[in-house]
């Protein structure tokens, strides 16, 4: 299953049922980066039999549904005694079927299969002759190998239709928020407020029947990643929340179907293919490093397109230029570093959805919203710190941000508590009254009751 390069999660204070009340955090058409395909149901055919839902017998006229495919193969192999290998491995078991039913009729099954003789020991009367179709034949592997490429292809065709498809309407599993448009709305919406990631939303196929999927999983109260089973919805929701579970099992085979990685070599699933890329880097590792040079990092500006490839310049520049002081807004906030990651992250979300932070107006360009929020001194109205002092901030806008990589906090500061930063405890994000965690605190009374430890109060 992909992914999931597969696999970046992002936490945020909602669990299943509930909603952020941020009023920033409504979903922005200019913020979309998914790009979720779908597979055609209908496939294009290569008899007049394939518009039928089934599946018939290589030998007989037995047919059975597309989904009951065991049950053709034990049928086939009691009564026709033929045995098709790697079945696993065909990438169309329907379209397989019928170009060998054909190829039968016009050769004898001699001419493709290996005999399998069983109970070679015992009387001849009593010994089975079972027939192999497996890709060892060429014909059986060019086969498998083209059907493998109409697939791939299907997809594709079928990705370049779905980035352009405004036709979804989908409720959010998690707060039952209402999207319509494109499915990279909905897709977004649940990684940034619920910090539901099910992978790169590129490599996503059968999109629909994916969340599909996972809505019946949650409406059975079943977990997502455990897949542990609960008694009520609040309890799954206090269990995907705490135990961090708002992602997908990568072990679990039945979401292989929806990752476009699993399509793209014959017999081979996500994880060999992902192995096969990390064996080929060692394998063409150079010993002699003495001639490679690091390419200098630039850091970005938050509100314009200005590089500088040290964060010193670059606050020099946001100083000079927009009359924004960000090591100044640190020292009179008292901002540590984990304030400081969250702070950059909301303006380069409002920067980058074109509204301003100080009025809330929006804006068709970055550009507009830069005179704006210069001509009217908002780049220096920060807003209370409630709306991006947030969980959801402690993520990067852009990945490759060099600017959160040089923040720090001043040695030996204090903040507003006047604790030291190495001494700010670690509290879960949905305690509501930190003073109040403190002052009643059993560690508290122990450490009052000895007289012979400092007073200090958690």
């Avoid at 779905?162 to 409720?171: C, I, K, Q």
Wanted: hydrophobic share 30%.
């Amino acid at each position: 299953m992909a992914s999931p390069e597969t696999e970046g999660v992002a936490a945020g204070e909602d669990g299943v049922g509930s909603s952020s009340n941020s009023k920033f955090s409504e979903a922005d058409s200019r913020d979309c980066i998914l790009e979720p395909l779908s597979l055609p149901e209908s496939p294009g055919g290569i008899t007049t039999l394939e518009g039928s839902p089934s599946v018939p017998c290589i030998f007989c006229e037995e047919r059975f549904p597309v989904a009951e495919q065991d049950k053709l193969l034990k049928h086939m192999i009691i009564e026709h005694k033929i045995v098709i290998a790697d079945v696993k491995l065909v990438a169309d078991f329907r379209r397989y079927v019928l170009y060998w039913k054909k190829r039968f009729t016009e050769q004898p099954i001699t001419d493709f299969c290996s005999l399998i003789r069983t109970n070679c020991k015992a009387p001849f009367e009593e010994q089975d002759n079972y027939f192999l179709l497996c890709d060892v034949l060429p014909e059986d592997r060019v086969l498998r190998e083209e059907l493998q490429k109409q697939r791939l292809k299907e997809i594709l065709e079928q990705q370049q239709h779905e980035r352009y498809d405004t036709s979804f309407r989908g409720v959010c599993m998690f707060c039952s928020e209402e999207f319509t448009g494109n499915r990279s709305v909905l897709l977004n919406h649940m990684a940034r407020e619920h910090a539901f990631n099910i992978g790169l939303p590129d490599n996503i196929v059968h999109c629909s029947e994916f969340l599909q999927t996972l809505q019946k999983k949650l409406d059975n109260l079943q977990c997502l990643y455990c897949e542990k089973f609960f008694r009520d919805k609040n309890t799954l929701k206090d269990h995907m929340r705490k135990k961090q579970h708002r992602r997908i099992n990568a072990k679990n085979r039945e979401y292989d179907r929806f990752y476009v990685i699993n399509y793209l070599e014959l017999g081979k699933s996500w994880e060999e293919v992902q192995l096969e890329d990390d064996r080929e880097l060692l394998d063409h590792q150079e010993d002699d490093w003495s001639d490679w040079e690091e390419h200098p990092v630039c850091a970005v500006c938050l509100f314009c397109e200005k590089q500088a490839d040290t964060t010193e310049k670059l606050h020099v520049h946001m100083e000079d230029a927009h009359e924004f002081d960000l090591l100044k807004i640190k020292s009179d906030l008292g901002l540590h570093f984990y304030q400081q990651v969250k702070l950059v992250n909301f303006i380069r979300r409002e920067v980058h959805q074109c509204r301003c932070y100080g009025c809330h107006l929006k804006f068709t360009s970055k550009a507009e919203l830069r005179n704006h929020m210069e001509k009217t001194k908002h780049i220096s109205m920060l807003p209370e710190r409630t709306t991006w002092d947030q969980p959801q901030y402690y993520f990067p806008t852009y990945e490759n941000d060099t600017l959160l990589c040089a923040l720090s906090d001043s040695e030996g500061d204090l903040n507003a508590e006047g604790l030291k930063e190495d001494d700010i405890p670690v509290i879960s994000e949905d305690v509501p009254n930190l003073q109040a965690l403190k002052q009643g605190s059993v560690l508290n009374q122990l450490l009052q009751g000895d007289g012979s430890k400092s007073q200090r109060k958690l």
